[in-house]
């Protein structure tokens, strides 16, 4: 029997009290540098994450939501244009889109819980214009199928990258398959800020002109206006934090793969659990382990108990898939989606997670199966 712990699922002090030297110099500084809005440290930071996944162009923007809506707009999507999503994601992969002034639609998961391309398929109608594939909790879709899929039918792609920073398939970074990407600097995010962030990614000069306009009042990077155009901007402060923590991010990945893999080789004599797959188990994937998120038998049984023993834990989004909310105008039945998001549970994994906690975790879900 281990002793007691308390493990909560994100701990948000922490965030900050860990750095709390570095962030508290790095604000110093950029505040005695009165280097607020648009200053050095976001160009450096736009910089530094378009080399990093490896894109022609980075802009830092308000939050990952306003980065899928300006690279929709961008594209040019127009009343009753469809765009195609997994049900699988966060309301705002869809709500995006019907702010750009599309109609998101929403269709089932494959077997690897990510969006299926064959369901894609099957919802291409007239008025479908795109893809909008979420690479979900830090793992990347099988990107090759979704293009072929989209070149076949000309299809215009934007990944909702919010979870992925540095995930891969085949060796290319999640963000740089489609026409645009958006990332997540949310502050529980893999790579988190203090606040609000994001970063919309694009390897096409017109499409980066054009979200450069629209997210700064509709101005060139010369200053001069081009079109309407609204402020959605990432704050420099965020920005030069955000260059901090880039500075270990290869660590984080790492640390986050590690605890998946001793989550992995604890868990999986478990038949009561449904895993994912381990960072090691497949060549064309590396995963960043945003979350870890295993399908459990009795999930509420087991959420309660580990609450009992003070490890937080989480169910995702309301424990619906976007089509389950009714209240949003959906009226249709995806039966893998809907059997995911009835057994789901995320368990801790981040930076402040020691092998112990993790072992302390394992402990306490094989004890709950176990002393049936
Ligand atoms: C966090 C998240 C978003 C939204 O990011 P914000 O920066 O909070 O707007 C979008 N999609 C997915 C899959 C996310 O996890």
């Not at 869809?94 to 639609?105: C, K, L, N, Q, R």
């Not at 489609?178 to 995010?189: R, V």
Request: glycine share 8%; hydrophobic share 35%; proline share 3%.
């Amino acid at each position: 029997m281990s002793t007691s712990r308390k493990i909560p699922f994100f701990d948000y002090p922490k965030l900050f009290l860990d750095q709390k030297e570095e962030l508290t110099k790095v604000f110093e500084e950029v505040g005695s540098r009165g280097a607020y809005i648009m200053q050095q440290d976001l160009v450096n930071f736009e910089k530094r994450l378009s080399g990093y996944i490896n894109s022609n162009y980075a802009i830092g923007v308000g939050n990952a939501t306003d980065g899928l809506e300006l690279a929709w707009l961008a594209i040019g999507l127009k009343k009753g244009d469809e765009v195609i999503i997994s049900s699988h994601t966060m309301v705002a992969t869809a709500s995006a889109i019907v702010t750009a002034g599309g109609t998101p639609v929403p269709v089932d998961i494959g077997d690897d819980n990510l969006i299926d391309p064959e369901a894609i398929l099957s919802a291409i109608t007239k008025n479908t214009v795109g893809i909008s594939p979420t690479q979900l909790n830090g793992r990347t879709c099988k990107m090759d199928l979704i293009l072929d899929i989209a070149k076949k039918h000309g299809l215009k792609v934007v990944e909702d990258s919010a979870q992925a920073l540095g995930s891969k398939y085949k060796g290319k970074n999640a963000g740089t398959f489609g026409d645009a990407a958006s990332f997540s600097f949310f502050p529980a995010k893999v790579l988190g800020c203090f606040g609000d962030g994001g970063g919309v990614v694009t390897n096409d000069k017109e499409i980066y002109e054009k979200i450069f306009q629209l997210h700064d009042h509709g101005r060139d990077t010369h200053g001069e206006i081009k079109s309407w155009g609204r402020n959605s901007r990432l704050d420099n402060l965020q920005a030069a934090f955000l260059n901090k923590k880039f500075e270990t991010y290869d660590e984080v990945i790492l640390r986050r793969r590690e605890i998946a893999n001793i989550y992995d080789s604890r868990l999986s004599i478990l038949e009561e659990l449904t895993l994912p797959p381990a960072p090691s188990i497949d060549t064309d994937h590396f995963d960043v382990y945003q979350n870890y998120e295993f399908q459990a038998k009795n999930r509420n049984g087991l959420r309660d108990s580990l609450l009992k023993n003070g490890i937080g834990t989480l169910i995702q989004w309301g424990g619906k898939g976007i089509h389950q909310w009714e209240v949003l105008g959906f009226n249709v039945r995806l039966p893998r989606t809907e059997k995911f998001f009835d057994n789901c549970l995320m368990i801790p994994i981040n930076m402040f997670i020691t092998d112990e906690d993790a072992h302390y975790v394992c402990d306490k879900i094989i004890e709950f199966y176990r002393s049936k």
